[in-house]
């Protein structure tokens, strides 16, 4: 399995990840930082991937979302975006929502 594959495979597998620089324990950055902050406070679990582990992985992720920047989150294996546009739903509201969404999905799948 080659690294765009096992990227796919985290977010087909698990409903909430997040690729990130660090880990949700020590984000590396204010962006991860934020998000893993706005992530906390629904008390779902979600994966984290530290892409500073790998340095290609930056680059495969990117060919998967056309999206430039870390942190980039997905719920239910739909890329939601990075740190402005996370906040941006938090605020608003819809991020509830879409994660409220996913776990019903999980839940009966």
């Known amino acids: 399995m080659d690294l765009k594959e096992w ?3 985290q977010i087909d597998e698990n409903m909430i990840v997040l690729f ?4 949700k324990e020590m984000p590396m950055c204010g962006f991860s930082n934020a ?3 706005v992530l906390n406070q629904y008390g779902l679990p979600f994966v984290d991937i530290n892409i500073l582990e790998t340095p290609e992985m930056r680059n ?3 060919e998967i979302t056309n999206w430039p920047t870390i942190p980039q989150l997905f719920i239910d294996r739909k890329f939601i ?3 402005d546009i996370t906040l941006e739903l938090h605020k ?4 509830k929502t879409l994660l409220e ?3 019903k999905a999980a839940l009966t799948s």
């Open 101 to 103: 969404n996913a776990e």
């Open 7 to 9: 990227i796919q495979k």
């Open 81 to 83: 975006g990075g740190s």
């Open 60 to 62: 495969k992720l990117s």
């Open 20 to 23: 990130m620089k660090g880990k």
């Open 35 to 37: 998000v893993v902050q």
């Open 92 to 95: 608003n509201g819809e991020l």
